[in-house]
């Protein structure tokens, strides 16, 4: 197979964090996987971060070759990664934060996942257990209150004065600028606005 150096490096360890287990060993390695799988537990027993490049480094080149093609031929080091969209990601649903974690249950000898516990959602920021939204919902919601805000509101949010914008229909309306204002912001900018003021 051929590949760029480069993209294998990236390609390689972005398999080992991402897609490596018991049953990846057994693709690459076939008959001989019970002995590389017990060669990776041994890495991993010094840690799990670094144990990637302690794993390869125990190789002989055939072995890393198979290892690096497989990796190649699942994840194209050049390919950018497609960001989920809002609807996708989880935040908080009191203060926005995707700082939040849920706990999970992990077998300690192979760090293997096993499972989650869905209702028991921690919040750094609020630190608290919390319910989620995605992030087009609190979006949303963000935007629903900006929306409710009285024109004395926006001026002390936006700095902005009625007065500054003619009555006539000619130029930029005061909504108009406080809109455009809001809209500028991103989703943290935001996030800090709604929640100073809430």
Request: negative net charge.
């Amino acid at each position: 197979m051929k590949y760029q150096a480069e993209n294998a490096v990236s390609s390689f360890f972005y398999y080992m964090w991402n897609a490596w287990c018991e049953e990846e060993c057994r693709t690459v390695f076939k008959e001989m996987h019970p002995h590389f799988w017990e060669k990776w537990s041994l890495m991993t027993d010094k840690g799990i971060f670094g144990a990637a490049e302690r794993f390869y480094a125990e190789l002989t080149d055939r072995y890393r070759e198979k290892l690096v093609e497989r990796a190649v031929s699942l994840y194209d080091g050049k390919a950018r990664r497609k960001h989920p969209d809002d609807s996708e990601i989880k935040v908080c649903s009191d203060c926005g934060s995707t700082e939040i974690e849920i706990q999970a249950w992990v077998d300690v000898n192979t760090n293997e996942y096993h499972s989650d516990v869905d209702d028991d959602i921690w919040c750094s920021r609020c630190e608290d257990n919390v319910e989620t939204y995605s992030k087009q919902s609190f979006l949303e919601k963000m935007q629903e209150w900006w929306k409710s805000n009285s024109t004395d509101n926006l001026e002390y949010l936006t700095g902005f004065k009625t007065s500054d914008f003619p009555s006539a229909n000619s130029g930029q309306t005061f909504t108009e600028a406080a809109d455009e204002w809001w809209n500028d912001k991103n989703y943290d900018e935001k996030r800090n606005i709604y929640l100073t003021n809430n």
